[in-house]
């Protein structure tokens, strides 16, 4: 542990855990609220905060069933500070009083082998037996393993202002432990959380933070100088920063997004990043006319789109308490309309990509097939091929599958469509 653990540094965990349980919004955003909130707190405080309060909610399935008939954000601290994190009764006894000593005794000799395997996987019931219909039971193991650990930081090099050797090497010359990713030839994966934000190389846009798999989603594309492409469900614009710096900033790059304040974030990214063919616009829903007068004319269009998030757990854990076969029901009805009104832009010739960050099937291969069954001038591309072309070498098969315990990124999903 970096930092002194005192009753005050408790206090501040537990009190931002019981936020965090009762908000109805997403843990990231709750989290920045009360460190802005609470500016003396240092860097390495906030650090150990941050990782204590997401590791319960990584796992909290399994430390409710330690904490026995008393379900508190004080001993849901307590049980992961002693079963997570390793710290023994001397190490907490600052906070802990003399009841809550017997009681850790008793919670760290619960045996998770005893607990229903949702329990002990730390998953919802409904998502537990989802995955179980998609995988063997090692298989679900495993990857409820992945999903529940910390994510490392990726980041991506914009090739527009430099190469990933200058970046590495500057990066390790400033004491920063970095490797290129495996996978991705734009991608360096970082050890621990650093703070970049006033790095040089991030505050000249030469780097992004952006997950390998992410970035791959920007090959499955390949977009090329002078084509007009679509990022159909841009967000705050990670993924067409990637497609912009592939495009060498020359042709027409649309960015659309419903959401106004997403587009807003990309505003400044997109000023550093040295791109001038980036086009944002703010569209009403996939029907919107400005959406219909490019039907047919693109090049190729990205649709990354809006899903449940359940490959994204090592980062976002709190998503898996707050989805629910309802809400993903109703996502998969608006990414079918998605997908059918991005195909409507693609040109004969042109390629369309349809990606997630869901490890559901309902939201991946159902939704593919049945695009293609109701549009067979689309035809299915092989995923490896593509990326094998560009001499990016994972074995994936026709689609994009990605898992964080066979390919260290968060769970991703693409398939790769031609118009004929």
């Not at 909290?60 to 307590?78: G, I, N, P």
């Not at 990509?353 to 490890?359: K, P």
């Amino acid at each position: 542990m970096n930092v002194r653990f005192t009753p005050a540094l408790f206090r501040h965990a537990e009190v931002l855990l019981s936020e965090l349980l009762r908000s109805s919004f997403p843990a990231d955003l709750v989290v920045s609220h009360y460190f802005r909130q609470h500016r003396e707190l240092g860097h390495a405080d906030r650090g150990f905060v941050a990782e204590t309060v997401f590791s319960v909610l990584r796992r909290k399935r399994s430390l409710s069933a330690r904490c026995a008939d008393e379900v508190t954000s004080r001993r849901l601290l307590l049980a992961a500070l002693a079963c997570l994190h390793g710290m023994n009764r001397r190490e907490l006894a600052v906070v802990l009083s003399e009841s809550e000593s017997k009681w850790l005794g008793q919670a760290k000799a619960v045996q998770m082998d005893d607990l229903p395997p949702a329990v002990r996987l730390d998953l919802p019931d409904w998502l537990h037996g989802e995955l179980s219909r998609q995988f063997s039971a090692e298989a679900v193991e495993q990857l409820a393993a992945a999903l529940n650990q910390p994510a490392p930081l990726d980041l991506r090099v914009n090739s527009l202002k430099a190469n990933r050797q200058e970046v590495l090497a500057r990066l390790l010359a400033d004491g920063l432990t970095a490797s290129p990713c495996p996978y991705s030839p734009l991608g360096i994966r970082l050890a621990g959380k650093p703070a970049l934000s006033r790095h040089p190389l991030f505050l000249d846009g030469s780097i992004e933070v952006q997950d390998e798999g992410s970035q791959l989603l920007g090959f499955l594309l390949q977009p090329r100088r002078g084509e007009m492409v679509a990022d159909f469900c841009a967000g705050a614009g990670g993924k067409t920063l990637l497609l912009g710096a592939m495009m060498r900033s020359q042709g027409r790059l649309y960015a659309f997004d419903v959401d106004e304040r997403r587009l807003a974030r990309l505003k400044p990214r997109l000023a550093r990043s040295g791109l001038s063919n980036v086009h944002p616009v703010r569209i009403d829903s996939e029907r919107d006319t400005r959406i219909r007068r490019l039907a047919g004319k693109l090049d190729r269009v990205l649709v990354d789109a809006p899903c449940s998030g359940l490959g994204t757990l090592r980062r976002n854990p709190d998503l898996k308490w707050r989805q629910t076969p309802a809400s993903v029901a109703e996502l998969c009805t608006k990414q079918e309309a998605i997908l059918a009104a991005a195909g409507g832009l693609v040109k004969p010739g042109g390629r369309l990509v349809y990606a997630t960050c869901s490890v559901l099937e309902a939201e991946n291969e159902v939704i593919v097939q049945s695009f293609l069954a109701r549009f067979p001038e689309f035809v299915l591309c092989s995923a490896q091929e593509i990326l094998a072309r560009q001499e990016i070498a994972i074995d994936i098969g026709e689609r994009l599958r990605l898992l964080p315990q066979h390919h260290g990124t968060d769970a991703f999903y693409g398939a790769v469509m031609e118009r004929k």
